[in-house]
């Protein structure tokens, strides 16, 4: 018997990521901010959904000494580039046919989110909360409230799944369960995972 009804992923880093062996290292370290833990605030707002494309484009060429140009090229390529995680694709379609509930709760911007939708792996989503709809992020307790109150979650039958500590910690003070990601090593992740879900090796 699963110990719970609702499984909530992350995106980046837990189900989406480009893997930086396919690109070269200027390209890789123009984004090198997104392993800091903390966000600068330009990237925090533009997932906040305060902010629009063409001004975190003058962010991020002021941030990398770079013209705007090549801000727009770098981060449109960053978008397109997104890969769905072999590991989670397999995983949440194991808990699908287990028959959970499967929701989204993320920090991610407009372009991008509008890009992984379109991603077949999101079809298996029964609800999500993403911040550049709602204005709030992640570690914020609000974002957290919005997706248990829309989809009527019950904390002690969720289970959160982030690759960020703080995010997981928040969850936890709601009395979620909480797995703490390693976007590095996502097939031992996803392995423990499901064990813990599922009850299997």
Request: glycine fraction near 4%; hydrophobic fraction near 40%.
């Given at each position: 018997m699963c110990r719970y009804r609702n499984i909530v992923f992350d995106l980046g880093g837990v189900l989406f990521a480009r893997?930086?062996?396919?690109?070269?290292?200027?390209?890789?370290?123009?984004?090198?901010?997104?392993?800091?833990p903390q966000m600068p605030k330009f990237w925090e707002d533009y997932d906040r959904g305060v902010v629009s494309y063409d001004e975190v484009l003058t962010s991020l060429s002021e941030y990398n000494s770079c013209s705007r140009?090549?801000?727009?090229?770098?981060?449109r390529r960053s978008i397109i580039t997104q890969e769905a995680?072999?590991?989670?694709?397999?995983?949440?379609?194991?808990?699908?046919?287990?028959?959970?509930?499967l929701?989204?709760?993320?920090?991610?911007?407009?372009?991008?989110?509008?890009?992984?939708?379109?991603?077949?792996?999101?079809?298996h989503f029964?609800?999500?909360v993403v911040s550049c709809e709602e204005h709030v992020v992640k570690p914020e307790a609000e974002i957290y409230a919005r997706l248990e109150s829309r989809y009527s979650l019950i904390p002690h039958e969720t289970l959160f799944i982030d690759d960020r500590r703080a995010n997981v910690?928040?969850?936890?003070?709601?009395?979620?369960h909480g797995y703490h990601f390693d976007a590095h090593n996502p097939e031992q992740s996803c392995a423990e995972l499901k064990s813990?879900?599922?009850?299997?090796?």
């Open positions: 893997d930086p062996r396919k690109f070269e290292r200027e390209f890789v370290e123009f984004f090198s901010y997104i392993y800091l140009d090549l801000a727009d090229t770098n981060l995680i072999p590991s989670t694709v397999e995983l949440i379609e194991e808990l699908k046919r287990a028959q959970l509930r929701y989204v709760l993320s920090n991610m911007s407009l372009e991008f989110i509008e890009f992984l939708r379109q991603q077949p792996v999101y079809r029964d609800g999500e910690e928040a969850a936890r003070e709601r009395g979620w813990l879900i599922l009850g299997t090796e």
